[in-house]
């Protein structure tokens, strides 16, 4: 499947691998909320580092998805991280510098998995120091912890 979630300490990671419809995107955003899995006080982070779907989509689109993302902020702390190692379109930066902050909603764009945790948990004191501690990027280390 070309959108996947998994969870890392209290971040929900959702991340595309090549090419995926909003509705893949979508659906696999109200799956990882919805699982029994999740831990309260959970984040959100999208990572888009494998993936050129986010640079083919038409700004409507992207203004629609990001939207109704952010009309769930309650279902994640109204804390939000894009992780992606290309430069983002235009509809997404304006999305984390304006839209996100009508909404209420803490965001940011990164180009590292490692920092946009770092920044995700800097505020959460629930989690502890240790569980802070960096992580390595490679996805297969979370393999057992996938999910579709």
Avoid: C
């Avoid at 909320?33 to 700004?59: K, M, V, Y």
């Avoid at 304006?98 to 989690?127: C, H, M, N, P």
């Amino acid at each position: 499947m070309p959108v996947n979630y998994r969870f890392d300490v209290n971040i929900i990671v959702i991340y595309m691998v090549g090419e995926y419809t909003a509705n893949d995107l979508r659906a696999t955003l109200l799956n990882s909320l919805a699982d029994p899995e999740r831990r309260p006080g959970s984040f959100l982070l999208f990572n888009f580092g494998e993936s050129q779907g986010i640079h083919t989509r038409p700004t409507e689109e992207i203004q629609t998805m990001t939207d109704s993302f952010a009309l769930m902020g309650n279902r994640y702390n109204y804390r939000l991280a894009f992780v992606s190692s290309h430069d983002l379109p235009h509809a997404l930066q304006h999305f984390v510098s304006v839209k996100s902050r009508s909404y209420g909603i803490s965001s940011d764009v990164f180009q590292t998995f490692d920092e946009a945790r770092e920044w995700l948990l800097s505020e959460d004191l629930s989690v502890s120091k240790q569980a802070q501690a960096p992580r390595s990027t490679h996805e297969p280390q979370f393999q057992s912890t996938y999910r579709s």
